[in-house]
């Protein structure tokens, strides 16, 4: 069982940068692949970024791609997204999510559906 909670989303102008944390309780932190995902009023929840267990792997949505980057402390079982040049449509509420690579494949995940664990969400408001 995996605990997740997201911080660090607020309100800022278009342009700015955002941090968000995501801050996990549980065992085995090191084996999952771990998930960022994002939803607009009225749209589906949507991929932003992920990262292998072991870090080595990372993929991104084309909308964030040269924007965010996705990183994780093994020590401090935690996972981040740090956001700059952020846009008006990049407003939403933003979800960890965690995956178990099971047998340790060191793949990543773009669906939701594949994730089992995911946080309360946190907000992010840009503004234009």
């Known amino acids: 069982q995996v605990q997740l909670v997201e911080s660090g989303g607020g309100l800022v102008q278009a342009g700015e940068s955002l941090r968000l944390s995501c801050a996990t309780s549980g065992n085995n932190f090191r084996s999952y692949n771990m998930g960022w995902f994002r939803q607009a009023p009225g749209k589906e929840r949507e991929f932003v970024a992920t990262?292998?267990?072991?870090?080595?792997?990372?993929h991104y949505a084309d909308s964030v791609k040269g924007r965010f980057i996705v990183d994780r402390d093994d020590i401090k079982q935690t996972v981040s997204l740090q956001m700059s040049t952020l846009r008006p449509e990049d407003t939403a509420v933003y979800y960890c999510a965690a995956r178990l690579d099971q047998w340790l494949k060191d793949q990543v995940t773009v669906w939701p559906g594949d994730y089992e664990y995911w946080g309360q969400g946190t907000q992010v408001t840009v503004s234009s």
């Open positions: 990262i292998s267990y072991s870090g080595g792997r990372r």
